[in-house]
């Protein structure tokens, strides 16, 4: 994601979360901390359909957002963007990466738990319209330690 395409996200998120889209100065302010942000867009014949978020303090990282338009679904969109976001957590050095779903969004996770995330907390009423947010979480495994050179003539 680039500043320039902030407004066409900030359109997609009002339309998307309209009970909690992010203010426009939001994603400036995210865009902006480069050391500890990652964020993401997904074009189709030029348009964004889709974006994604991540703040990473290490050892963890946390999915800020990630949103795909409904006509867009189904097409490998959101895997996409949380594999990239995954990846970015990986280059990171995070050990966990957790976010927030709401409670009455199957859909998300389903696609979070694919991805090996598991449920460990609810947040009640988190969401400004009531719903509870389910936090999850996905572990990374440990970069295993790369093998000891031998000393010459040992075996």
Same mark, same amino acid.
């Given at each position: 994601?680039?500043?320039?395409?902030?407004?066409? =996200?900030?359109?997609?998120?009002?339309?998307?979360?309209?009970?909690?889209?992010?203010?426009?100065?939001?994603?400036?302010?995210?865009?902006?901390?480069?050391?500890?942000?990652?964020?993401?867009?997904?074009?189709?014949?030029?348009?964004?359909?889709?974006?994604?978020?991540?703040?990473?303090?290490?050892?963890?990282s946390d999915v800020q957002t990630i949103a795909v338009v409904p006509e867009q679904e189904g097409k490998g969109i959101?895997?996409?963007?949380?594999?990239?976001?995954?990846?970015?957590?990986?280059?990171?050095?995070?050990?966990?990466?957790?976010?927030?779903?709401?409670?009455?969004?199957?859909?998300?996770?389903?696609?979070?738990?694919?991805? &090996?995330?598991?449920?460990?907390? =609810?947040?009640?009423?988190?969401?400004?319209?009531? =719903?509870?947010?389910?936090?999850?979480?996905?572990?990374?495994?440990?970069?295993?330690?790369?093998?000891?050179?031998?000393?010459? &003539?040992?075996?």
């Amino acid at each position: 994601m680039e500043p320039a395409d902030i407004p066409e =996200v900030h359109t997609l998120e009002r339309r998307l979360f309209p009970v909690d889209a992010w203010p426009l100065q939001m994603f400036h302010d995210e865009l902006a901390q480069t050391d500890t942000r990652r964020y993401l867009v997904a074009e189709v014949h030029g348009g964004i359909v889709g974006y994604a978020g991540l703040m990473c303090i290490e050892p963890i990282s946390d999915v800020q957002t990630i949103a795909v338009v409904p006509e867009q679904e189904g097409k490998g969109i959101g895997s996409a963007l949380l594999t990239e976001l995954i990846v970015e957590s990986r280059r990171r050095h995070a050990q966990d990466v957790l976010l927030e779903v709401r409670a009455d969004n199957p859909r998300a996770q389903q696609l979070y738990r694919r991805f &090996g995330f598991e449920q460990i907390h =609810v947040r009640p009423r988190y969401y400004r319209d009531g =719903v509870d947010a389910l936090i999850m979480r996905l572990q990374l495994p440990r970069e295993p330690l790369s093998p000891q050179p031998k000393e010459a &003539g040992r075996p």
